[in-house]
Structures are given as structure tokens and as C-alpha cells.
């Protein structure tokens, strides 16, 4: 039970984080500083392991719809999306090493598509689907460039506080 608590508490703080900064930085600029939803997405997943980022996704997604009620189906299913991006993309990349680290390339590699992608995703849903904006080419690039630099910054970043400080944390 006390495993389980921890569990929670982590996933609730980090998805409070992911809230915040959805909430304080208006959209579609949002996108370009998503180094804040992938640290504690990476953190989580490292942390809790299996569908660490998801829980914390879920958490995120589900306080986000709660303040913008009127994109709440799309603020939770960008969420969890993102969430299921980087625990899929952990697997695939295997991230992790036998002694506890991970790889620092893999783990750039990873978090740089799971963002772009979100990135991407979530723009196009934005316009073609929902007409909320004009197609931008110049806001496309910058939100495809922003979220690959963020990526590649929360890959190395999340890399570095794990290996460096809480490889040996256990949930």
C-alpha cells in the first residue's frame, strides 16, 4: 500500500506541474516551451516505471481539462497521448541499463519524438480540425523546431538528474 501511495503522490505532483504551465502560457505558444510537460513525463516514467508517464499524463490532462472545460476532450487526449509517446518510446529505445542509468542518446532520441510529434499532433488538430487558427508556416516550423530543441533539452536534462541523483530512488 505504501509502494502504491508513493506512486500516486508522484504522478499527482508532476501532473501539477504539467497543469500549471499549460494554464499560465496562452496556445498554440504552449507548444514551443513543452521542456516543462517532459521533464516530469521522463522523471515519471523512470521513476514508476511500466506506465509511469501515462499516470502522470493522466493527472495533467485531467486537471488541464478541468480549467479549459471548453477543450477538455482535446487537452486530456493530447495528454495522454503524450504520456503513452514517451513510455512507448522508452521501450522501444531502451532507455535503461542493467546498473540503474540510462542511455543519454537513447533517452534524447526518445523525448525528441514523443514532443515533436505531440508538438506537431496537436497544432494540426488545432487548425485543420477545429479552424481555432489560420495556417501559419512560420508558426509551424517555429513549433516543430521549438519542440525538437525541448525534446532534445528534456532528454539530456532528465538524463542527467537521473543518473547523477535518482537512479537509486525506488518507488
Excluded at 57 to 69: E, P
Excluded at 104 to 115: C, L, Q
Aim: charged share 10%; glycine share 8%.
Amino acid at each position: 500500500m505504501r509502494l502504491q501511495s508513493k506512486k500516486v503522490a508522484v504522478a499527482t505532483l508532476f501532473g501539477a506541474v504539467m497543469f500549471a504551465t499549460a494554464t499560465i502560457l496562452p496556445s498554440p505558444i504552449d507548444k514551443m516551451f513543452i521542456i516543462v510537460h517532459a521533464l516530469p513525463l521522463a522523471l515519471g516514467a523512470l521513476l514508476m516505471r511500466g506506465l509511469g508517464a501515462t499516470y502522470v499524463a493522466v493527472v495533467g490532462g485531467v486537471l488541464t481539462a478541468l480549467w479549459r472545460t471548453a477543450f477538455a476532450p482535446f487537452s486530456f487526449v493530447f495528454a495522454l497521448l503524450y504520456g503513452l509517446l514517451v513510455d512507448g518510446s522508452f521501450f522501444i529505445f531502451n532507455v535503461y541499463v542493467d546498473n540503474g542509468t540510462v542511455k543519454t542518446g537513447r533517452m534524447i532520441a526518445s523525448m525528441t519524438i514523443s514532443t515533436a510529434l505531440v508538438g506537431v499532433l496537436s497544432y494540426y488538430v488545432t487548425v485543420l480540425s477545429l479552424n481555432l487558427l489560420q495556417r501559419n508556416f512560420t508558426l509551424e516550423v517555429a513549433i516543430l523546431a521549438a519542440g525538437t530543441l525541448n525534446g532534445i533539452a528534456a532528454g539530456y536534462l532528465t538524463s542527467i538528474i537521473w543518473n547523477k541523483h535518482l537512479k537509486n530512488a525506488r518507488l
